[in-house]
């Protein structure tokens, strides 16, 4: 079993939002080879060129923030009793955007992020997917970053987010409970 199923969700939903955000078609070649997840397990991601437009991102769980609620709910559903779990997992992903325009990448990421105009905005995909803006995403920060005997324009981007796990799971049959009787005992 997968250690953190919700990574491949949110993975996938960010990967959509910024596909929104740049009005990109999610299965275009174009989109796929701008917008790529870092640290893929057992992968190594090809550097793309240096003047190449590219987005990396990393998503992790935030540190030192814990939701240790669960919103729990029953139903029955074909004649048996279900029990729906709905825990908040607080996330934060990283935005690396690197190439000539990475600066207004980021900055164009950063100002559409905050809004939420339309069906097709960062924020209307991410909803869809259970998952909410937590707080507003910090401002991007610029950085030359060397490489080999050139410089390459970066800027990063972190956003925080929450996503709403939602586990359901059938509690199986109701039995009627057993009796419980009360012993007590004399200490004569």
Known sequence: MEKEPWKKHVSDAVYLALCATFQ???SSDEALARFIPAY???????QAPRNANVCYFSISLMQGTEYDFIETSYSVKNNLPVATL??????SVLLTFYGEDADDDAEQFWSLFQFDSGPSSARAVLREKNI????????????????GTHNRRRSDVRVNLLYKSVTEYSTGLVETPPEITTVTQNNN
Do not use: H, M, N, Y
């Open 40 to 46: 893929i397990k057992d992968v190594t991601t090809p």
């Open 132 to 147: 909410a803006p937590s707080g507003k995403p910090e401002r991007p920060v610029d950085v030359w970053e060397v490489e």
């Open 86 to 91: 709905k825990k908040p997992i607080p996330i």
């Open 24 to 26: 990109l078609d999610p």
